[in-house]
């Protein structure tokens, strides 16, 4: 299974950045964060006002990244490499041109763990993930899933390992915001701050 959401490796759903070509210091500096970047509280939900397909588009989705050495913070935003895996690729917000983020932030790998992928949520709790197949075709995974809401955030729970500290920022009939800002993977938890991610219904169920 490819990946997805979660930095887990063996886990479905993650975001996968990978930066192609080198990002300069000027630009960089613009795209310097100046706010706060605290978590927002779930947005008030249930599972019918989730029930259905969702998928993933780089339009809305970003994340914000910070250099350990400088521990000055960039907002990164993405787009996708239909040429390898469908990849969101790391891009400069101000340009739309790719980002390096080894230079940006010192990260050593070339991507921050996501790809173009779908959600799939039932109207039970259960939930399955939908992969975009190297030939364009989408492809459900087999391993069923479960989700739900809590005082505490949005969960969910994939090849039996729960995915917390996840926030709904909004959620209406034709999208929702899901937000990360804790990250189990080491070299995640030294560069990336938050990961905001987009999704766009597909259908109802």
Known sequence: MKRLFFPNRTVCAGLVLSGLFAFSSSSAVNNEVNDNNKVVAAAPANNAQIVGTWELTNKGSYAIVRNPRTRKEYKVGFMIDRYDDYKFL????????????????????????????????????????IEREDNGRWKRDDDMGVYGFRRDGFFMKIDGKMRKQLQIRFLNNNEFELTQTKFNDSDLRRVVVKKVMRYVRVTRK
Do not use: W
């Open 90 to 129: 790391p891009v400069d917000f101000r340009t739309g041109e790719s980002v390096d983020l080894r230079l940006l932030v010192g990260h050593d790998d070339d991507d921050l763990d996501d790809e173009l992928h779908r959600f799939d949520f039932y109207r039970d709790g259960t939930m399955s993930v």
